[in-house]
């Protein structure tokens, strides 16, 4: 009885050994494969200045691709995509990862769409598609719909934000956009760091557009005979095709674009803040737009630690009452703080002309409650995850926060 237990558990570990074995193999023979290096990886929509008849689409390959491309097509219930569909050829830069390694970064804009349409897509070349995927044209004209709005995620992307960005994308599977406010990654030149925030992301980046706002973590410590030199990462914008209606000295980290009814701008807190306010102060007096929605990493009124940015908030929320934004949306400080609408920098009531402020996190990176700005704060808190929906109606703006698990944290509305 003995001998054939013992004779059961050696055919066991004869079988075990065989599928390792054969496991084994198989990726290393697919590590191996030529082709594996011209596979397009680390696919993100983003969002376009006008997503009504356009939208941007960025990936990636390890090794260089000749006369890279994108296809597009308006899908039916047949499995046919190909026919009828129309090619476009993508722009190439070349990034070096490391010594030994070069990534090379591919960018296409789809343009003259027809508004409020399902449109399917796939990248690379052939014998090397990614697969299809849709997305949805803005409409021209007024519509309500939602977007998911992020704070920082920065830390332990992969292991704890996955989460959050699959919580956040059941709870709202039909929002438009999603807006990152930031500090995607926290050393954004290591490029392993960027590739758990792709993993993370999974298929969602590949349809739904993302809005990504830079934050200061885009600005990795760079001293230069011992004086700080303030650069953006040189991984940053090669992997992303945003808006490039801002100032040139901040291309594609300040801009905006209209979405059915709400002018969005997305401003850089880090540098050339006095150039922006002048742009930011033009762009508002032209806006014809109902709402009006901006994103900076850094929070006017700070909700972390001690932290405070005096500069930043005098000189921009003197432009918001003057123009009468309704919200701003910031991360940075990783704890939660929504205002009371305010207005000079004071609580007014809720039918008076002012502006909410918002700071969250979605990332598992927390800090105490700043104290000095509690007495504005309709909501303060700290060590969650949190992700918000945002709906937009003509005459309501509906804001929900939640936690990881789904569960409501805060909410309000404007009414107009």
């Given at each position: 009885m003995i001998y054939r237990k013992y004779f059961i558990n050696v055919k066991i570990l004869i079988k075990s050994f065989l599928v390792i074995l054969v496991i084994s193999f198989s990726s290393l023979t697919l590590a191996e494969s030529p082709d594996c290096q011209y596979i397009p990886g680390r696919?993100?929509?983003?969002?376009?200045?006008?997503?009504?008849?356009?939208q941007s689409?960025?990936?990636?390959?390890?090794?260089?691709?000749?006369?890279?491309?994108?296809?597009?097509s308006i899908p039916t219930d047949a499995s046919d995509l190909v026919t009828g569909s129309k090619t476009f050829y993508a722009t190439t830069e070349a990034v070096q990862i490391d010594s030994e390694r070069t990534a090379y970064h591919y960018t296409v804009v789809f343009d003259s769409l027809k508004s409020s349409t399902l449109y399917a897509y796939r990248v690379g070349v052939e014998d090397h598609w990614s697969e299809w995927n849709h997305f949805k044209t803005a409409n021209e004209k007024?519509?309500?719909?939602?977007?998911?709005?992020?704070?920082?995620?920065?830390?332990?992307?992969?292991?704890?934000?996955?989460?959050?960005?699959?919580?956040?994308f059941k709870k709202a599977p039909d929002a438009r956009f999603w807006i990152i406010g930031g500090d995607i990654v926290n050393k954004t030149d290591k490029d392993n760091e960027w590739g758990e925030f792709y993993y993370a992301m999974d298929w969602i980046a590949k349809v739904t557009p993302q809005v990504i706002v830079c934050g200061n973590h885009a600005f990795p410590r760079k001293y230069v005979n011992g004086k700080r030199v303030v650069e953006l990462s040189p991984l940053w914008r090669p992997q992303f095709k945003l808006p490039e209606n801002g100032p040139d000295v901040v291309k594609e980290t300040a801009y905006y674009y209209d979405y059915q009814g709400v002018r969005y701008i997305v401003l850089n807190g880090r540098i050339e803040l006095d150039v922006q306010a002048q742009w930011l102060e033009q762009v508002l007096k032209e806006n014809t737009q109902r709402w009006t929605i901006v994103s900076i990493h850094q929070?006017?009124?700070?909700?972390?630690?001690?932290?405070?940015?005096?500069?930043?908030?005098k000189l921009l929320p003197p432009i918001f009452d003057k123009y009468s934004v309704d919200l701003v949306l910031s991360g940075h400080d990783h704890a939660y703080g929504r205002s009371y609408k305010l207005y000079d920098a004071k609580v007014v009531k809720d039918n008076e002309k002012g502006t909410v402020y918002v700071s969250s996190v979605c990332g598992p990176k927390a800090y105490e409650i700043n104290k000095n700005f509690t007495h504005l704060m309709a909501k303060s808190g700290t060590d969650r995850q949190l992700f918000q929906v945002i709906s937009i109606d003509y005459n309501r703006l509906k804001y929900e926060a939640f936690n990881a698990i789904g569960e409501l944290y805060d909410s309000f509305e404007l009414v107009k």
């Open positions: 696919i993100i929509l983003n969002i376009t200045e006008n997503p009504a008849v356009s689409v960025a990936w990636r390959t390890d090794g260089q691709i000749t006369n890279p491309q994108a296809q597009i007024f519509e309500p719909y939602k977007f998911v709005y992020l704070g920082d995620p920065q830390d332990e992307v992969k292991s704890m934000c996955s989460r959050i960005f699959r919580e956040s929070p006017c009124y700070s909700t972390g630690s001690d932290r405070d940015i005096p500069h930043q908030r």
